[in-house]
């Protein structure tokens, strides 16, 4: 007699509380932060799980300065770590998130976008952080931003965001909008085994013989835990494969050259879009966030008039997944990019463009969503 299927678990979450699921399912042991509307829920929620669990600790920083300091340290001592926060706390961390790259130390950073510049519009969505994610910090540095347009994604993208910091040892910033982290809808939580979680690469040497900065075929050095009694040198300078402070050049250019290649070579496995209806579409339209879940019902409402529209949603948004938009490009007579901000992933998506088709912007700054109706009024007009 064949065996009842298992019925998979249900719960009615947030956006936020989905992130939380999905830190816990991919081993997060560590959270340092600071409350901020509209994050704060990850804090809270944290707060009450993550001390439950085996190892999990829980700190309420100072600022969201310390909160990522105190994530960068608890990551190198073997923890995988995360950290949340909105528009003027991630504007704080950003000389942390430059430390972070250049000691290479796996680490999760979540920030729900609100309206801004400065204090801005506390509980208003908004997509104005896109570029500060990718280049917030100073200098040359690899980084992997990722984004998620529902609940169900923000669960699966946190487990997504961790494998990531891990497996390429390098922060990895998890961006959504106060929409998608304040909806609530059912989400399914995985069966145990269901989601591939990924562990850091540790030494396989004796300690004298481990270099911490070493290069190797992938680019990412193992992490020898702090505490475990390998010899590491920590530091934000730039340094030799032992961690030791170089201006040697030929040092210097192998070290960025190293940290720039463990992300460039796996551009294929670290650059996610989902692609809706676009094998034959003549109209592109490319959106991530909530914006997303509006374009698919205006894509949906477009084609019961006719219009051939395609979609593709940006799961990553940096690496930039220029081959996915290249590709529509090249068959489209045009995209639209709809963003709530003046148009920061509209410039990623004419750069790969290059003039192969028109590109149109649909921009809202004024703390309101981008409704499906907008979207499909400008399909009409294209």
């Not at 952080?129 to 690899?142: I, L, N």
């Not at 529902?150 to 993208?157: A, K, P, R, T």
């Not at 835990?225 to 920590?234: D, E, M, Q």
């Not at 720039?260 to 209806?277: A, G, M, P, T």
């Amino acid at each position: 007699m064949a065996q009842a299927k298992k019925k998979r678990t249900e719960i009615f979450a947030l956006g936020n509380e989905a992130v939380v699921e999905g830190a816990l399912i991919a081993g997060c042991t560590f959270y340092a932060g600071y409350p901020i509307t509209p994050s704060s829920e990850i804090m809270e929620i944290m707060a009450a799980r993550l001390p439950r669990t085996p190892e999990g600790v829980f700190l309420q920083m100072e600022d969201e300065i310390g909160s990522l300091g105190a994530a960068i340290g608890a990551s190198l001592a073997g923890r995988k770590v995360m950290t949340a926060t909105s528009g003027p706390g991630f504007s704080l961390m950003q000389e942390h998130i430059g430390y972070a790259c250049m000691v290479e130390s796996p680490l999760v950073i979540v920030n729900v976008m609100r309206g801004g510049p400065s204090t801005g519009l506390p509980t208003s969505p908004s997509q104005g952080d896109v570029q500060q994610a990718r280049w917030g910090t100073h200098g040359d540095h690899p980084i992997i931003v990722l984004s998620a347009s529902d609940v169900q994604e923000c669960l699966e993208m946190t487990v997504r965001a961790f494998n990531m910091a891990e497996k390429y040892r390098t922060p990895v910033i998890l961006l959504l909008d106060e929409v998608t982290a304040h909806t609530r809808e059912k989400i399914f939580l995985p069966e145990p085994g269901e989601y591939e979680i990924l562990e850091r690469a540790v030494p396989s040497v004796p300690p004298e013989w481990f270099k911490p900065y070493e290069d190797t075929a992938r680019g990412v050095p193992p992490v020898a835990p702090i505490g475990a009694g390998y010899r590491t040198h920590i530091t934000g300078l730039t340094h030799d494969p032992m961690g030791y402070p170089t201006q040697r050049p030929d040092e210097i250019n192998t070290a960025m050259h190293r940290m720039f290649r463990k992300i460039d070579q796996f551009f294929d496995d670290i650059q996610l879009v989902d692609e809706f209806l676009t094998e034959d579409a003549e109209i592109g339209i490319v959106a991530y966030g909530s914006v997303a879940r509006s374009a698919r019902l205006a894509v949906t409402k477009a084609r019961e008039r006719g219009y051939k529209v395609g979609l593709i949603t940006l799961k990553t948004l940096f690496p930039f997944p220029k081959p996915s938009v290249v590709a529509l490009a090249r068959k489209a007579k045009c995209i639209l990019v709809p963003e709530m901000n003046m148009g920061q992933m509209s410039r990623e998506v004419k750069r790969v463009n290059n003039g192969a088709t028109r590109v149109r912007t649909i921009n809202r700054v004024d703390g309101s969503i981008i409704t499906p109706s907008e979207i499909l009024k400008s399909i009409t007009q294209v």
